[in-house]
């Protein structure tokens, strides 16, 4: 939403120009055709002509831009896509149950077990006993060896 208003305003600001910058070659060409060709005129018109080709620029930067931003945008939806994916299968690889895949989430995002109970609704013994538990499967001994898995794994 927020770069849909940001693009908004900066085409807004580009359709300005470019009126403004159509007005400057204009009022050159009416001048040149008024009065002929001056020094004052001819540096008028190299203006206007400047202005134009800023506002043709800006705009095709733009495009590159957005175009860009989206090419992003759908790479980090599959790398989105990937991670979980990842996450899945190093689940289901460990016989995590549905409970500890859900807590280990947790663990990863950096919760600590106290948050992670009162995020799942359990008791705090409960949730040290899973973190247990996926450490014991995962083959660590703490959050931070969980955690290390994974960079290591996207490293």
């Known amino acids: ?3 849909d208003r940001q693009t908004l305003l900066v085409a807004a600001v580009l359709v300005i120009q470019a009126v403004a910058a159509m007005f400057f070659v204009a009022d050159a060409i009416g001048d040149l055709a008024a009065d002929g060709m001056t020094r004052h005129i001819a540096v008028e018109a190299m203006i ?7 506002v043709i620029v ?3 930067h733009l495009r590159v831009l957005l175009a860009e931003a989206d090419r992003r945008e759908r790479a980090l939806t599959v790398a989105r896509g990937a991670l979980a994916d990842h996450l899945s299968a190093r689940f289901r ?13 947790f663990a990863l995002k950096g919760c600590d077990a106290g948050e992670i109970a009162r995020l799942r609704g359990a008791a705090p013994g409960t949730v040290r006993a899973q973190l247990s538990s996926i450490y014991s499967k995962s083959g660590v001994s703490s959050q931070a ?9 996207l490293l």
């Open 58 to 60: 800006g705009a095709w």
């Open 48 to 54: 206007a002509f400047a202005l134009m080709a800023g």
């Open 145 to 153: 060896g969980l955690v290390s898995l994974f960079f290591d794994d």
């Open 93 to 105: 690889d460990w016989g995590l149950t549905t409970a500890e895949a859900e807590v280990a989430l």
């Open 1 to 3: 939403m927020r770069r």
